[in-house]
């Protein structure tokens, strides 16, 4: 049996994997269904982690963290967690496949991911011109015009992003405020490449058997538009991913909010004795690196405190 098992490897989970080793759990394996780093490995750039003031790409940033937590003995699966199970006073982690293992204690730190924004054409031509990634997919782009949407910190810096790649960017955005940090909508404001394209409402995402073809938006003062690009970065915020917290039955292990974060105290514990939740998927979360991080650290040290009550 596992002394602990963390489910997902990113900031949250990379964190907790280092404390929890280096604080002396012998038996740990983090779970990750994909590569290590988590969301902020699909970011173009990475500014304000404290004590690292040169500005670097997510992957870059994120690469040190594995290989520090390896080196304190934390193991490394991949694996899709599909359910976390509470029996007796122990937890079963299931994975796709039908693999399983059993653990004293479980920190789960599955993040989030993009949402769709729902727009018509866009499930189809996602793939096709259709991103939620600039770091992946700009390039495809360079020396072309892109369409943005959203008005939050992901919209405003990836459309900085592009602009450095694209001959033009438009930012579709469905207010005249943003989500954004001041400070990031002024260097967007600033960039001559970027045209603000603001309370507009995409109707469609237009293509054809090429993908994207173009954005139909409505504008406020009732007129429409036609923006004709070969591609679309939707940017409209995340889903928490919360699948593993499921029973067959739909119901949650544990609590939730009625928006599907996890409910924990100040020591990441949920209300399931022996389960945490550290990072993006918890309630309130800042949802930044520097945040996540700390999570994992402090599930890590209340996990240390729980298998020494329960020893
Ligand atoms: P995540 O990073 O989401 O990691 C969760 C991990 O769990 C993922 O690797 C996922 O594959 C894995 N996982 C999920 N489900 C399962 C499962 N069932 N089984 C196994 N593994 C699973 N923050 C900043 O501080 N500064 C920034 O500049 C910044 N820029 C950003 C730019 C972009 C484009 C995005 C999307 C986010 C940005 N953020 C930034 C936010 C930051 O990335 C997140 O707050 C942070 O990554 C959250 O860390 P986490 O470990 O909680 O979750
Ligand atoms: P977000 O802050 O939730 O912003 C989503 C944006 O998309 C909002 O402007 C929203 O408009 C718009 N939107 C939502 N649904 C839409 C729809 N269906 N159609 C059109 N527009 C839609 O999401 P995010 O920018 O991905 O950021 C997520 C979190 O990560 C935030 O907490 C953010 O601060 C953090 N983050 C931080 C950094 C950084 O620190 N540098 C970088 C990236 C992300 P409204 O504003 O009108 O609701």
Redesign the pocket.
């Known amino acids: 049996m596992l002394d602990l098992a963390i489910i997902g490897g990113g900031p949250a989970g990379l964190a907790a994997g280092l404390y929890a080793t280096r604080g002396g759990i012998k038996n740990v394996v983090m779970f990750e269904k994909g590569m290590p780093g988590g969301q902020i490995t699909s970011?173009s750039e990475?500014?304000?982690y404290p004590g690292v003031p040169q500005v670097v790409d997510g992957i870059t940033f994120m690469a040190p963290w594995t290989e520090q937590c390896t080196r304190f003995g934390l193991k490394i699966e991949m694996e899709n967690a599909v359910r976390v199970e509470k029996v007796g006073s122990h937890f079963v982690v299931h994975f796709e496949g039908g693999k399983s293992v059993e653990a004293k204690a479980v920190i789960v730190a599955t993040g989030?991911k993009?949402?769709r924004?729902?727009?018509k054409g866009e499930d189809e031509y996602f793939g096709r011109g259709v991103s939620t990634c600039a770091t992946c997919d700009g390039f495809f782009y360079k020396g072309k015009e892109v369409a943005v949407?959203?008005?939050?910190?992901?919209?405003?810096?990836e459309a900085q992003y592009l602009a450095n790649i694209c001959s033009k960017v438009y930012l579709?955005?469905?207010?005249d405020?943003?989500?954004?940090?001041p400070s990031?909508v002024e260097r967007a404001k600033k960039c001559d490449k970027i045209e603000f394209v603001l309370n507009a409402?995409?109707d469609e995402i237009l293509g054809d058997a090429s993908g994207v073809t173009g954005v139909k938006v409505s504008l406020k003062d009732g007129s429409s538009r036609q923006i004709n690009v070969p591609g679309i970065f939707?940017?409209?915020?995340?889903n928490v991913q919360n699948g593993v917290l499921k029973d067959d039955a739909g119901n949650s292990i544990c609590e939730l909010t009625p928006g599907g974060n996890v409910k924990v105290n100040h020591k990441m514990q949920t209300s399931l004795p022996g389960l945490f939740a550290a990072g993006?998927l918890r309630e309130d979360s800042?949802?930044?690196v520097v945040c996540a991080a700390s999570d994992g650290a402090i599930a890590a040290l209340s996990v240390i405190d729980y298998l020494r009550e329960h020893a």
């Open positions: 970011s990475m500014e304000n989030s993009p949402k924004a729902g727009v949407l959203g008005g939050g910190d992901t919209a405003l810096e579709i955005h469905r207010r405020e943003f989500r954004a940090a990031t409402v995409v939707t940017f409209v915020g995340l993006d800042p949802k930044q």
